[in-house]
């Protein structure tokens, strides 16, 4: 065991320690994961935590789906895959429960993998495809339970796909 | 199979070849730290740092890392450490394919590490591969080698830091260039075909080193006799690599059904590499990176609610306590300008690297691989491509190369 690495390792070990007493200290905790239920596993829910916040709500109103691409959690450029916090199907995010409630599952509507079925793709035809199936179409179970952060409802017609005003 | 390397003791304290002042306050600070993370954050968070301990410990004992594996594949013809690693992600895909299909287990929700595949990570991936060879270990290596004492790896993991923090302000360019959705086994094939075309796939490269050691050597290599038996081995070490990659299975399926996300380690560098600009006055919070809600909840919250900034901490303390007991802790080593150079350049582009990349070779090579994720594959090819010519570099800055054994 070499003193002089020692006494280094003692010195950064002394500094990491305060460093990481600090950040604690000056900085609020993360609040706690909540659990996901049957309920708030349907992104557009208003039980979902999307919900809870426009600003992070991909179902929300004022949801920057179709603006921009990467807030869009169906879009490639989509933060899912870069790390677990931004992930709307990390375990904080209910998503994950239900594989097709999933926008990121590959079986999921929303699925990059599936573009046909994705209703924030451009060319998304969801609406006639599977009416059914479609978060946009009347029958969906997201514009039926909370139509204000439906990105579909008609009160967000640009970011609505499946509109007729949709580009 | 990093570059640690022993040299002979001269010091401080030992009891029967133990280094009692770090197995002390490696231990002590295992303890401390999961008492007072259970009490600040939660008690899931105090396991997940314990489950780091483990790792590190692991990790320490089997001396297992990618670096050292990967180069002895390339120059001596040698793949024993290889195929520990390919049994290790194999094992970990058996219990993570069908668990991230169900999405769930006991209720906890479960994600894996899947990701995009496309120009980032052929980038990231290439360039982490490089920079590892440079840098004298990976994203666990380097981990685990600062937790042995090792000076050099210090410089290393400052820099990797420095690469996470540059990989965050520039990763929302690099999205936007040519990709492809993530593409699951699991999903895809369903949770039986994913495990077995993982499976074929990862005993396909086995296969192919077994050809490699076969045709440069005639036989495969036999590990040597053990020094310890029993107890003394388990606690001092060494571990046989199989062991060390099957305890590492078990610790990352450990961390995915209760963090519900595999191990990763590189996030936590880009964190803490933001956490230390804010602070300098740098406005981090302002990249983009930083403005999507995850990022910047965890910018703004403590390091100790960062799953994979704990996991880490614990990594190294675990290492420190196992290196102690081994009697190997901080071992004395000369650290040439240019040794001290590569490590630099290396910690960089591994930084970097990993960032656009999705990982590190935990992150995106072991957990993306046993998640099903396609995106492993890619990495692993182009990582595998960077630190052959990575091998090539080193004599550049005075270390060993491409000289054949």
Not at chain 1, 137 to 159: F, I, K
Not at chain 2, 273 to 294: H, I, L, N, S
Request: charged share 10%.
């Amino acid at each position: 065991m070499s003193a002089r690495n020692t006494l280094l390792f003692g010195a950064a070990f002394t500094v990491v320690t305060s460093a990481v007493a600090a950040d604690h200290i000056t900085t609020r905790p993360a609040p706690a994961p909540a659990a996901a239920t049957v309920n708030n596993a349907n992104p557009c829910g208003i039980g979902a935590p999307c919900a809870i916040t426009a600003g992070t709500n991909p179902c929300g109103v004022g949801a920057p789906c179709a603006i921009a691409p990467r807030a869009n959690p169906c879009a490639i450029a989509a933060p899912c895959a870069v790390a677990p916090r931004a992930n709307p199907c990390a375990v904080t995010a209910p998503c994950a429960v239900v594989p097709r409630a999933n926008p990121c599952a590959v079986a999921a509507p929303c699925a990059v993998a599936a573009p046909r079925s994705n209703p924030c793709a451009v060319a998304a035809p969801c609406a006639v495809a599977a009416p059914r199936q479609s978060p946009c179409a009347v029958a969906a179970p997201c514009a039926v339970a909370a139509p204000p952060a439906n990105p579909c409802a008609v009160t967000a017609p640009r970011a609505n796909p499946c509109a007729v005003a949709a580009p | 199979m990093t570059d640690i390397t022993a040299a002979p003791s001269l010091a401080p304290p030992r009891l029967g070849g133990i280094d009692r002042g770090p197995v002390l306050v490696a231990g002590a600070a295992l303890v401390v730290g999961a008492l007072l993370i259970a009490d600040l954050i939660d008690l899931r968070q105090a396991v997940l740092f314990l489950v780091g301990g483990l790792m590190g410990a692991t990790l320490y004992h089997a001396s297992f890392g990618f670096t050292g594996g990967w180069r002895r594949l390339v120059v001596e013809g040698r793949g024993r450490a290889m195929r520990a690693q390919l049994l290790m992600i194999g094992a970990a895909a058996i219990a993570f394919i069908p668990l991230l299909s169900a999405g769930s287990f006991a209720g906890q929700p479960l994600v894996g590490a899947t990701a995009p595949i496309g120009v980032s990570v052929i980038v990231g991936a290439a360039l982490f591969g490089f920079g590892m060879q440079l840098g004298g270990g990976c994203g666990s290596g380097t981990l685990f080698t600062v937790g042995g004492g090792s000076a050099r790896m210090l410089v290393t993991l400052a820099f990797f830091v420095v690469g996470a923090l540059l990989g965050t302000a520039h990763l929302p360019w690099w999205l936007e260039r040519p990709s492809i959705a993530p593409i699951s086994l699991g999903a895809e094939l369903g949770p039986l075909g994913g495990v077995l075309v993982t499976l074929v796939a990862l005993a396909a490269v086995a296969g192919v080193t077994v050809l490699v050691e076969r045709r440069r050597h005639g036989a495969l290599e036999t590990p040597d006799a053990p020094k310890r038996r029993g107890l003394p081995r388990f606690l001092r070490g060494p571990w046989p690599l199989i062991w060390g990659g099957l305890a590492l299975a078990a610790l990352n399926l450990a961390t995915l059904l209760i963090a519900g996300h595999p191990w990763s380690i590189t996030y936590g560098f880009g964190l803490w590499g933001a956490k230390v600009a804010d602070a300098a006055g740098v406005p981090v919070g302002q990249w983009e990176f930083w403005t999507w809600p995850g990022q910047g909840e965890a910018l703004r919250g403590s390091v100790l609610a960062d799953v994979t900034s704990v996991m880490n901490f614990g990594i190294i303390l675990g290492a420190a306590l196992a290196a102690g007991l081994a009697g190997k802790f901080a071992p004395k080593a000369a650290l040439p300008f240019l040794s001290a150079l590569a490590a630099a350049i290396g910690g960089l582009l591994m930084g970097y690297g990993a960032r656009l990349s999705f990982g590190c070779n935990i992150g995106a090579l072991f957990s993306g691989i046993a998640s099903g994720s396609l995106h492993g594959w890619l990495w692993f090819a182009a990582a595998f491509a960077g630190s052959w010519i990575g091998i090539y570099a080193r004599p550049l800055f005075g270390l060993d190369g491409l000289k054949r054994k």
